[in-house]
């Protein structure tokens, strides 16, 4: 078994709970002893009795003996048919639904107020316009010919390469084609999109035209394949020509 240590305090507080307890009993044995003494030396008189020990708790009801009853039926008790049938011949079924409007013969009836209706003239109106791009098939191409004859884009940026002997960007490309088709300057933004097209495809397909960048920008060049060596450098005569 365990052992419970305990302090000094709760040892105190023990030996006085003890002492308290075997102090109340001690009163409780001089009390009887002294009735005792009394009942036998008979200095109790029969008129008065000892009275018994108490008994701790709760008194036992005592139950009171009742007649007895009937058992209760359950459910609703039943009426009496005699002043059923009475009550039923006196009232009158009721009717079922809204009561009818009795229209008063008095009362003229009165005109409806309101405002009346203006028949709105139909006013045709053109649908509004359409801002932005027209729609491809509205817009005007870049003409195929000129002078009679197709221009053939890939011959037309290898003869402007040829003519300036540089490498070019694609802004200059777009102007020398320009120059060389004489088109206004209104047919620049398609004659850009056709030179970036077959530009596009003289580089990665046909590889008669290689790109070039500079290490000091970052700017892209374009030049003729036989501008440059074999491992894509530019040749000396055209390392300073742009």
């Known amino acids: 078994m365990k052992k419970i240590t305990l302090s000094k305090e709760e040892i105190e507080d023990l030996k006085d709970l003890y002492q308290s307890e075997i102090d109340r009993a001690q009163r409780r044995i001089d009390s009887l002893k002294s009735i005792l003494r009394k009942i036998e030396k008979g200095e109790l008189g029969d008129e008065k009795e000892v009275a018994a020990p108490k008994k701790r708790g709760r008194k036992p009801k005592v139950k009171e003996a009742a007649e007895p009853t009937a058992p209760k039926k359950r459910g609703r008790p039943k009426k009496n048919t005699a002043e059923a049938d009475k009550s039923a011949q006196t009232k009158e079924p009721k009717k079922r639904g809204r009561k009818p409007k009795v229209a008063s013969e008095t009362k003229a009836e009165k005109p409806k107020r309101g405002r009346?209706?203006?028949?709105?003239?139909?006013?045709k109106t053109s649908p509004p316009k359409k801002r932005g791009r027209k729609p491809k098939?509205?817009?005007?191409?870049?003409?195929?010919?000129?002078?009679?004859e197709k221009i053939k884009w890939n011959n037309l940026i290898i003869d402007i390469f040829k003519s300036n002997d540089k490498l070019l960007q694609a802004k200059d490309l777009t102007v020398g084609a320009l120059e060389k088709l004489q088109l206004p300057e209104v047919e620049k933004d398609r004659t850009r999109m056709a030179v970036a097209t077959n530009l596009t495809k003289l580089t990665k397909y046909e590889k008669k035209i290689l790109k070039y960048t500079r290490p000091d920008d970052k700017i892209a060049y374009y030049g003729l394949a036989e501008w440059f060596n074999e491992d894509g450098t530019l040749k000396p005569e055209y390392q300073n020509k742009f």
Do not use: E, F
Request: no cysteine; proline share 5%; hydrophobic share 30%.
């Open 137 to 148: 098939s509205l817009r005007k191409g870049l003409k195929p010919t000129v002078g009679g």
């Open 116 to 123: 009346k209706k203006i028949a709105k003239k139909k006013v």
